[in-house]
């Protein structure tokens, strides 16, 4: 499939779950793809590689999100190596747990950085450098509209933080042609969520399903949003979680 041939985009958190998937599957879609990664250079490496042998160009950028600074470097060396930037995915992400006595305003600061200060930053350096036609998605969670548990207040404040970014960025950039999109992934499996994890039965238990979602679930619908067939959807959230808050 080339329906995203010619174009450039930069995965954040890429080296690994959800964001490997969503590099793999657009450069399966035609795409060269950059991605991000704060730790795990191999497995970034491992991804790069992957994209080659799809047969596209890949760039591997090593960039904390929770370094404003850092995060705006990878999107101008995404442009400066590739040429352009069309598509962004803000994937990038953490999962802090505890009940509001016990987090502690460090990882306070760190969560919303990553969550929510990456994404606007991200999307703000991207925008400037995107024709009509560019694409941001980000990548927020079920539990920003619907919290089943305790313990997660802050990863839900933050993915929640989300909802209202993609809809006013929808509407700054709707006049350029560049739409705005939100994706929530319900439980996933991934090494943050695997599905066979202590509480793996009780998040089956909440979907329609009765299953965990694979991250190609989730590349699957950020690759219809940034293909031509989403060139009309915009300020929207599509949610990918087996029915869990249906």
């Given at each position: 499939m080339s329906e995203l041939a010619g174009k450039v985009a930069l995965v954040t958190g890429g080296s690994r779950g959800i964001g490997a998937a969503i590099a793999k599957k657009l450069a399966a879609n035609g795409a060269d793809v950059a991605l991000t990664y704060?730790?795990?250079?191999?497995?970034?490496?491992?991804?790069?590689?992957?994209?080659?042998?799809?047969?596209?160009?890949?760039?591997?950028?090593?960039?904390?999100?929770?370094?404003?600074?850092?995060?705006?470097?990878?999107?101008?060396?995404?442009?400066?190596?590739?040429?352009?930037?069309?598509?962004?995915?803000?994937?990038?992400?953490i999962f802090p747990y505890g009940t509001i006595d016990e987090v502690t305003l460090e990882e306070v600061d760190r969560t919303l950085a990553i969550h929510?200060?990456?994404?606007?930053?991200?999307?703000?350096?991207?925008?400037?450098?995107?024709?009509?036609?560019?694409?941001?998605?980000?990548?927020?969670?079920?539990?920003?509209?619907?919290?089943?548990?305790?313990?997660?207040?802050?990863?839900?404040?933050?993915?929640?933080?989300?909802?209202?970014?993609?809809?006013?960025?929808?509407?700054?950039?709707?006049?350029?042609?560049?739409?705005?999109?939100?994706?929530?992934?319900?439980?996933?499996?991934?090494?943050?969520?695997?599905?066979?994890?202590?509480?793996?039965?009780?998040?089956?238990?909440?979907?329609?399903?009765?299953?965990?979602?694979?991250?190609?679930?989730?590349?699957?619908?950020?690759?219809?949003?940034?293909?031509?067939?989403?060139?009309?959807?915009?300020?929207?959230?599509?949610?990918?979680?087996?029915?869990?808050?249906?």
């Open positions: 704060a730790s795990a250079a191999d497995r970034a490496q491992g991804v790069v590689e992957d994209i080659k042998a799809a047969g596209r160009r890949g760039l591997a950028i090593a960039a904390d999100s929770a370094d404003a600074a850092a995060v705006v470097a990878a999107v101008e060396q995404t442009v400066a190596e590739f040429g352009r930037i069309d598509i962004l995915v803000n994937n990038a992400g929510a200060r990456a994404a606007y930053v991200a999307s703000q350096a991207a925008a400037k450098h995107m024709e009509a036609g560019g694409r941001i998605v980000s990548i927020g969670s079920t539990l920003a509209e619907r919290v089943p548990y305790p313990g997660v207040a802050l990863y839900a404040m933050s993915k929640a933080a989300l909802i209202g970014f993609t809809k006013g960025l929808a509407r700054d950039l709707g006049e350029r042609d560049i739409t705005v999109n939100l994706v929530h992934p319900g439980s996933t499996d991934t090494e943050m969520n695997p599905a066979d994890g202590p509480q793996a039965d009780d998040e089956r238990g909440l979907t329609a399903l009765g299953r965990y979602g694979q991250p190609e679930d989730i590349a699957a619908s950020v690759a219809h949003l940034v293909g031509p067939g989403g060139r009309n959807i915009t300020g929207s959230a599509i949610v990918v979680d087996a029915g869990s808050n249906a």
